[in-house]
């Protein structure tokens, strides 16, 4: 017997909601895999999109309720705007660095130097958490204070983050599908997100701007597109109100803002966009950023103003390649299909110069940016990978999709190109392997984690030592940064002495 279709909006709400209840409070784990049950029934019944984006994000949903999520970092201090304007109806957060770091300020008013647009966004969600814990105490279980800082309220950032990660990369893959295809679409994004910063910043440490900075960029790029195809009063004022959200949340995601200046000049050039407009999608971006705008008149007595202080970035940038290129948190060190994402955006800009080359220009200021951070914190701390760079991951999405692309075209033409690489990648394998064995390193077994480590070292000295002979000790220098960029004084020996009896053997040359 057949369900009716009339039951499928009935039982992907039961199952959004019952997984949702799982995400908010890990004791109530049925709703992790009942949840998605309900939901593909559902979807079994109606097969839309919408459906299909139910589905979706309900198991997202139930990979997010089965995490323990990390409150580290500067989660706190994001998280700090909830239960200040929530519980305490203020934006003074001696409270809340009470309970976070124990050291509220025993004079004046303690405030924040981040930004205010992820709690914005957050809110709902903290409203249901705080709804849930209500009801919890109602049966009489009453397992979680209502406090504002109990384990539910803090994981509601965790399925705010989720929800809107999902939703802005559902947007990104439509956006990319009309040009390159679904299947190319939903493989760059996906690669965009599960091999970025992103997946980190989604499921394990999501009290912090960075998922949702990528869920507002791909929103961005998505909005963008529409405008781009049909312009309209109602598709500008999206535009800037999705970027004013995007720059509320990391401010130096404005530089966004390039690709809507670049489309506006283009658009009034060709007589296709009007002047009330672009004034719309002003006015739509003021209005979207002016929480921001607050938090600081309230905060620092100013509506603009840099929290951390007008010394902070260096605009010299002495650091710009450092963020893309070392070892220490590089961008493209830790996430290398990033790299291959921006050749990407490289190869596309035949296709759609304005959005790739545009895209090149932001993602050039944005390098450019974080280079000028302060020495001390240009590798943003104990951060997985280059965080700083979550804005930009929907651009990277892009150019993988072109490069997706251009790679199916090219293995048409020539069947044996990927099977060659795979060889001749191979062949360089055993190259080395065999270089380690005549040095009598492997005299009976050869363990998979030493063969790697040594190619992975042999690596590093031939690119050193190729740098060396063009560059001299810059080239050196540089290699040693790209493959290791651990140095001496920053964090791996800070006594500053060696004992040489014990001393580790990256310590020393060749032994």
């Given at each position: ?315 010299s940038s002495p650091h710009w390649l450092e963020t893309l290129v070392s070892a220490d948190h590089g961008f493209f060190n830790w996430t290398p299909l990033m790299f291959i ?171």
């Open positions: 017997m057949s369900l009716p279709k009339e039951l499928a909006p009935t039982l992907a709400g039961a199952g959004l909601s019952w997984a949702a209840i799982s995400v908010l409070d890990p004791t109530r784990m049925t709703g992790a895999f009942v949840g998605p049950l309900f939901v593909f029934a559902g979807l079994g019944l109606r097969r839309t999109a919408r459906f299909a984006f139910a589905a979706v994000l309900v198991t997202a949903w139930a990979l997010a309720a089965r995490i323990s999520i990390e409150f580290r970092g500067d989660s706190g201090s994001y998280f700090a705007y909830l239960h200040s304007v929530g519980f305490d109806h203020d934006l003074d957060f001696g409270n809340e660095w009470q309970e976070f770091r124990g050291d509220a300020p025993s004079l004046g008013r303690r405030v924040s130097v981040f930004s205010a647009g992820p709690a914005v966004l957050w809110s709902p969600f903290y409203l249901a958490a705080h709804l849930y814990v209500r009801l919890d105490q109602l049966t009489g279980r009453e397992l979680y204070p209502r406090d504002g800082f109990s384990l539910p309220y803090r994981r509601a950032t965790l399925l705010g983050t989720v929800t809107l990660v999902a939703l802005g990369g559902a947007l990104l893959v439509a956006s990319i599908t009309r040009a390159r295809g679904f299947a190319i679409a939903i493989l760059a994004v996906a690669g965009a997100i599960f091999a970025s910063p992103i997946l980190y910043y989604t499921f394990f440490v999501p009290a912090m701007s960075h998922g949702v900075a990528f869920a507002l960029a791909a929103t961005f790029l998505w909005a963008w597109e529409r405008a781009r195809r049909c312009p309209s009063v109602g598709a500008w004022a999206i535009l800037g109100g999705t970027l004013g959200l995007l720059a509320a949340c990391r401010w130096q995601a404005s530089l966004n803002g390039i690709l809507a200046v670049l489309l506006a000049l283009e658009g009034v050039a060709r007589k296709t966009v009007r002047i009330p407009w672009l004034v719309a999608a002003a006015t739509a971006g003021v209005i979207a950023f002016s929480p921001q705008l607050i938090a600081w008149k309230l905060g620092f007595g100013e509506w603009i103003v840099i929290p951390q202080g007008r010394g902070f970035l260096d605009l994402g921006f050749l990407g955006l490289v190869a596309g800009a035949r296709d759609s110069p304005l959005l790739h080359l545009g895209g090149l220009l932001v993602f050039a200021l944005t390098a450019w940016t974080n280079g000028s951070v302060p020495s001390f914190d240009w590798a943003a701390g104990d951060a997985f990978g280059a965080r700083r760079y979550s804005e930009v991951v929907p651009l990277m999405a892009l150019g993988l999709a072109s490069a997706l692309d251009l790679s199916v075209r090219l293995l048409r033409r020539a069947r044996l190109l990927a099977p060659a690489a795979a060889v001749a990648l191979l062949v360089l394998w055993n190259v080395g392997l065999i270089s380690h064995f005549r040095a009598r390193e492997y005299p009976d077994a050869a363990p998979l984690e030493r063969v790697a480590e040594d190619q992975a070292k042999a690596l590093h000295r031939s690119v050193r030592d190729g740098l060396g002979v063009i560059a001299g000790e810059k080239g050196r220098a540089f290699a040693y940064d790209l493959f290791s960029a651990e140095y001496f004084y920053r964090g791996l020996n800070q006594s500053g002495t060696i004992l040489l009896r014990t001393a580790d053997e990256r310590y020393l040359l060749r032994g």
